[in-house]
């Protein structure tokens, strides 16, 4: 899974950009890295609670 070379931030941000809800986004990076939620929440709690492009690291959609 190519998504796992990226950084957490990335990979919740690749999902959150495909319209993945955030509880859903760490839910799912958990489960593909096999890590605890908790640690990928950590994470996920300084990201924005928006949809404009900006909080998506720098406005870099990530595509695979």
Same mark, same amino acid.
């Given at each position: 899974?190519?998504?796992?070379?990226?950084?957490?931030? +990335?990979?919740?941000? *690749?999902?959150?950009?495909?319209?993945?809800?955030?509880? +859903?986004?760490?839910?799912?990076?958990?489960?593909?890295?096999?890590?605890?939620?908790? +640690?990928? *929440?950590?994470?996920?709690?300084?990201?924005?609670?928006?949809?404009?492009?900006?909080? *998506?690291?720098?406005?870099? *959609?990530?595509?695979?």
């Amino acid at each position: 899974n190519k998504l796992i070379e990226l950084s957490i931030e +990335d990979h919740i941000l *690749y999902y959150l950009n495909l319209g993945v809800s955030k509880n +859903d986004a760490v839910k799912t990076v958990a489960k593909e890295r096999k890590i605890a939620k908790n +640690d990928v *929440y950590k994470i996920a709690i300084e990201i924005k609670s928006t949809t404009e492009p900006e909080t *998506y690291k720098n406005g870099v *959609y990530i595509v695979f």
